[in-house]
């Protein structure tokens, strides 16, 4: 999980303990997202999209290439420069529901196990 608002990465990792995940992270920082990526498997992930004035393109790119399900959490109504390849990718809005977590994230695994 990469968010860099505390309070919105407490109630995000509360909600996916919730759901049975186990948490890594969060990562308030798009380089410690990263480093962790080169030091830890992941299953899925919940990405924050401007984490401290940057874009988190650079984790979800990495994310994409190791066929990692995500998705993107924001208050952004729309990504502003998202990569192309970044584009089909489930968006939902903060503050995130816990119901709409769940479903996101069920959705993007599932479709993963498609291909």
Do not use: W
Request: aromatic letters at 4%.
């Amino acid at each position: 999980m990469v968010e860099d608002e505390m309070l919105i990465a407490c109630e995000m990792e509360a909600t996916l303990e919730d759901l049975g995940c186990r948490v890594v992270g969060p990562f308030a920082r798009v380089s410690h997202a990263l480093d962790a990526l080169d030091a830890t498997t992941v299953d899925a992930a919940v990405l924050d999209v401007n984490v401290r004035g940057e874009m988190i393109f650079p984790v979800a790119q990495k994310l994409k290439a190791l066929g990692v399900p995500m998705v993107f959490c924001t208050g952004y109504a729309d990504l502003p420069n998202i990569p192309e390849a970044l584009q089909d990718q489930v968006r939902i809005g903060k503050p995130c529901p816990a119901g709409s977590v769940e479903g996101a994230l069920r959705a993007q695994v599932a479709k993963s196990g498609e291909g």
